[in-house]
């Protein structure tokens, strides 16, 4: 299939759940709109011919390259040629690749180019600016794109898989964490016409999917956050696959550690962990997710098989002798037991539904939890395991494609 | 069978785009030539008696170790009991003779292991490849990195040593001041940043382009090691190398093929990675590091770790 | 199958860096066995690292966590909780995250049950506001042992199990963290830090900075493990790597290359069983990662551990310090090790 993809580059604000809000730049699904972060998630199937058009509303050229595949062109107006690094008239580089111009640009090129590539592989990728990448990447212009298995069948359990039947990669429920590191500083400088000094880098809040913790708890195209549509909390039931997207949109790396169990990673920057048949997966309970790169995993929660009529071996103390909800709210239920609700304290908010357990997942460079030093926040979500049955039918990640 | 090789460690500037001449202390292959960043290429067949003949022209005692391979280091202490060297110091004006047997083949850092968070910051380091058994630099049938059965036959080789430069810290150091605390601004493959790079080899203090020039259809065996003190993410665009090795282990056997494809590799500090890719079309494919704030000089983009695979 | 009762206090502290200087830490006190009326005594004395939790596969492990509270700073009456890091298929009222389950008030009791599924490599550490009380010390060691696990069979002396290829004759956590000296100033004068501003000026191998890292297990008395790594020749080594500090490390033994047989607990084994143990030269690993590796002692001598971020070897800016440590390798005179890290 050919598939259209259409962006545009531009600007916008998110929301910090410590009330600021952040300048951004990034990318959106349709003229007018402000920008989000991450971008537009891209889900296309293997063979796809994919042709990425971006128009440019910022006052500088950007650019999209595409790790991890191969044979891109792109077509600026005169037709698809090699996609590749851009010298000035001086041979100084001035992208990684073929740009669009900014808008007005006198003598310069068009504001809008197309790309195209055969999506010939599987798997997790990113997309992201190549233009001055050291200040766009880290302003918003990164995204994903998941490239679906030329026999993914999602109403089939053997042909719902992340790299194709018989890749021992079948899944029952499916997310995307794309996390990345804000510094304010350098984007109030951008919003602000200043120096954008890459040295001073010091990050204050770290984001999943564009958002920081609690926010990341929070639904898919939450209200209050319409420029980071995307939520990252990851829900499941009992003895369910669960395959984990990672995928590093910022410059620095960072150990993802999930409570409740390992996973098993599958595949790193959209290469099956495979050769022939012999398999080269293997199991962690901390992946460092580096930048620019991407891993698949699988999580499986099957508990320890504690129920009210296989109790456990300990006593639960009286509420009041326990801490529960410092921060004022508890994602707890007030039961030891999955699908069970208990009391929790008078003046402690909980979000728990119907006796969920929730296991955090979380940076383990714990500062990176804070929202600028304030506890809990940043780069933080959890994996909610709801009891079997109560969580309805799987989707599937959608997207632009 | 013997080798021997003999290095000088100097004083020695280098230039790096935007900047005035750099101080630093690097190893030169002959006594009349540079201090040189990297040090001297050593190339030696594996189970060879490898001798390091150090002569110290700078003010101070330094070092040559060998981490990675198997060996007895001889530290030497201070009165205290205290690390002063991980291996034997050779004495300002003096000369002294390192003695190794390279077990296996692969690619290897030499180093300063006195005070190494200066010297090797300073630029006291190079890199020895091992050659395995069989290996007949005039025949390129024989070339592999790792012998027969490790699918790590090449056409081309091509050696990539990473690095950082804090050119505060090089100043002060090769003023006698205390070491400020590190803070690189500057990013090298050897020994040289972005646009630099790309440029050929030479002779001089940076003799080592990183260009990667090779023809379509071409067995390229790229040597990633990483001499800095950060870790990189080393990205490749529009190619997806295999990995063959990490650290000179490599990944294929006879009894399993571990080896990997990967678009983006992380490289922590001392460490080395064997990458295989045939070459595409016809065109140029960027090489630089994902770790965005190292792809620079200084504030400004492009620089730093970048360089060209240029494929004709 | 056995029953072990443990309890551990949750109290601050001070340790010693080189150089004399004290710094106020909060940590963990080991009070299995300690008469309730005398509990009150072990206030203000913790440990960097925490005691080690030792257990075999199948055991029952009750660990009763009992918040001190903190003599030097009464003001505070924060929570603890104790998070068994990379437990497979906990359950939550055991997880130690408070926004997930409970956490222990001053004062009060709370007991914690583990029954290991899996042998290898693990951490234990408080969860209440994590970013504050792992930096401030509330850290420990926990090993899981196979459930064949016997130290009179070589065999069976392994760690993974009977037949994976991990018999060891000796083993050492290798257990790093860091120590940023300005948090724990401010937080020892009733002061905010912000962590994002985090940059520690020691690095820590099992809880000391070298040359106190070399100092004998008694040396310091509240940094009980000493990091000095000792062997005859041809002895089959265990490393524990730990990293629960903030920062990638990579560590190297000059001279030793090691062979990773165990990475977050597990093995590395794909689905078929495939033994993905690889070799190393220079193990680069993360905050809230472990990996057991293995060396066979080489001939006698001194083999230098070290940081490969040399920049951080150093103690407040001054080297030799930080991590590094020393391996002795003896012609054959050690007697056996009586325990991990002795």
Known sequence: MIRNINLWVTDGYISIPDGNSIYIWGYTDAAGKRAQVPGPRIVVNQGDVVNISITNTLPEATSVVFPGQSGVTADTGSGPQPAGPKYDGGGNLVSLTDFADYPGNPGGNPPTITYTFTAHRPGTFIYESGTNPHKQVQMGLYGAIIVRPSDYDPAVPAKKTAYGENTHTEFDREYLVVVSEIDPVLHQAVEQGKDYKIRDFLPRYWTMNGRSAPDTMNSDNAGYMPNQPYGAMIMAEPDEKVLIRYAGGGIENHPLHPHGNHTRIVALDGSLLKNGTEDLSYKKFTVLVGAGQTYDQVFTWSGLGYNPSNPIPTVMPNLRNLGVGDAGWTMWSGSPYLGEKGDVPVGVTSFNQVGEYHFMVHSHEEMQITNWGEFPGGMMTMIAIFPTGTLGDAGTIEGLG | ?312 | MATINKRFGATDGYIRVPGGSEIYIFGWVDLTGIPENEIFSYRGKAQLLGPLLEAKVGDEVYLTLTNLGMPVRPDLDDSHTIHWHGFPNQIPVWDGVPEASISVLVGRDFVYYYKPLAPGTYIYHCHFEPVEHIQMGMVGPLLVRPADYDPGNPAYKTAYGHGTGTEFDREYFIFLTELDTRAHQQIEAVQEYDWTDYKPDYWLNNGRSYPDTVEPSGALPYQPYSSLIRANSGDKVLLRFVNLGYQQHSIEILGVPLHVIGQDAQRPLGLNGENLSYRKNALYFAAGQTMDAIFTAPSAGTYPLFNRDYHKNVNAGTAPGGMVSEIQILAGSLPPQPGPGQ
């Not at chain 2, 009349?32 to 001798?51: R, S």
């Open chain 2, 1 to 312: 069978m013997a080798t021997n090789f003999s290095l000088w460690a100097k004083t020695g500037n280098i230039s790096l785009p935007g900047t005035g001449p750099v101080p630093f202390w690097g190893f030169a292959g002959s006594a009349a030539g540079p201090a040189q960043l990297p040090g001297p290429h050593m190339e030696v067949p594996q189970n060879d008696n490898v001798q390091v003949i150090l002569t110290n022209d700078l003010g101070f005692p330094v070092s040559v170790m060998f981490p990675g391979q198997e060996f007895t280091p001889q530290p030497a202490r201070d009165s205290g009991g205290l690390f002063v060297s991980y291996n034997s110091e050779t004495a300002p004006g003096g000369a002294f003779s390192y003695n190794l047997t390279p077990g296996r083949p692969g690619i290897f850092l030499y180093e300063s292991g006195t005070s190494p968070e200066k010297q090797v910051q300073m630029g006291l380091y190079g890199v020895m490849v091992v050659r395995p058994a069989g290996f007949d630099p005039g025949n390129p049938a024989t070339w592999t990195a790792y012998g027969p059965g490790t699918g790590t036959e090449y056409d081309v080789e091509k050696i990539l040593v990473t690095g950082e430069i804090d050119t505060n810290l090089h100043q002060e150091l090769a003023a006698g001041s205390p070491a400020a605390e590190f803070n690189p601004g500057h990013f090298i493959i050897n020994g040289r940043s972005y646009p630099d790079t790309t440029d050929p080899d030479s002779g001089g203090g940076q003799p080592y382009g990183s260009r990667v020039s090779v023809t379509s259809g071409q067995r390229v065996l790229l040597r990633i090691i990483n001499a800095g003190f950060i870790n990189h993410n080393i990205r490749f665009l529009g190619i997806t190398p295999r990995v063959m090795a990490g650290d000179s282990w490599p990944l294929l056997s006879a009894g399993l093929d571990k080896s990997y494809e990967k678009n983006t590799i992380t490289i922590g500090s001392g460490q080395s990675y064997d990458l295989l890719f045939t070459a595409p079309a016809a065109g140029q494919y960027m090489l630089y590091d994902r770790n965005l704030n190292c792809s620079v000089n200084d504030n400004t983009f492009p620089g730093g770790m970048m360089t060209v695979i240029e494929v004709v």
